[in-house]
């Protein structure tokens, strides 16, 4: 276990999200839910488990973009587009986006789809991912209002530009937790994704739970620099405690 989850002491280990051509013998099957964040990313954090999907196993399609494992023909991701948006006169949508093009524009053409259908997708804790040399490629923590806060505050500590160090739009949260991470290591300056935020898959999730993702290297510069932060020392997690009679 590195400095940074040592210091941070989170309620749940991260979890590491990377592609392997065969599946791994040490990996479970997805449960039955069709959305992966319950059927994979929560059971890897709440058990401990390595969970892994192929092609074959894949519930909702979705996740072919949001995971990397090829995306969904064209012609489906175009219906999206409306259906995510005010939609037309023939078929209404969920006003998600002011417009088909918008749909498109903001959020379907934003979003790059990696991998392939040969691919599969592994979670697992990312002590053990790294301790077995895994090719880990985004990192995922779910948080509570105070673990987002001392990320946040990480994520800046590690930067020398002025830069937001968050990411957050519309997307399914499997884009969140895995593609737009991803994407996130493909830029000079890398943001935290902030997930969890589509309304279907808040129904597996306590209230207060959100998902943090970014991209391994992101990751690792924070875990090489945490000793020296301010997460080194108690006091930021005493400040945040009630009845504090000084505010700084």
């Known amino acids: 276990m590195g400095d940074l989850l040592k210091l941070m002491k989170p309620k749940y280990t991260p979890v590491a999200i990377y592609h392997v051509k065969e599946f791994p013998k040490y990996a479970s099957k997805p449960s039955e839910e069709s959305c992966v964040i319950a059927s994979m990313l929560l059971h890897a954090f709440k058990s401990g488990r390595t969970v892994a999907m192929s092609y074959d196993m894949v519930g909702c399609r979705g996740a072919l973009n949001g995971l990397g494992l090829g995306g969904e023909e064209k012609e489906k991701r175009d219906a999206l587009a409306v259906t995510y948006s005010v939609g037309t006169e023939e078929k209404p949508g969920r006003h998600y986006f002011c417009s088909p093009e918008s749909a498109r524009n903001n959020y379907f053409d934003a979003i790059p789809v990696y991998g392939s259908r040969d691919d599969v997708v592994v979670m697992q804790p990312i002590d053990e991912a ?65 997930g969890l935020t589509e309304f ?29 932060s301010f997460i080194a020392q108690d006091l930021w997690r005493n400040s945040a405690k009630p009845g504090k009679d000084s505010c700084c």
Request: charged share 30%.
């Open 130 to 194: 790294e301790e077995m040399g895994a090719p880990v490629e985004t990192v995922v923590f779910l948080v509570n209002p105070l673990d987002l806060s001392a990320l946040v505050t990480m994520a800046g500590f590690i930067r020398d530009i002025d830069d937001t160090v968050i990411r957050t739009s519309f997307a399914f949260s499997c884009e969140q937790i895995f593609a737009m991470a991803k994407q996130e290591g493909e830029r000079e300056v890398s943001r935290m994704i902030l």
């Open 200 to 228: 279907y898959t808040r129904r597996f999730l306590d209230d207060d739970m959100l998902s943090i993702s970014m991209p391994y290297k992101m990751y690792k510069e924070m875990d090489e620099k945490a000793s020296s």
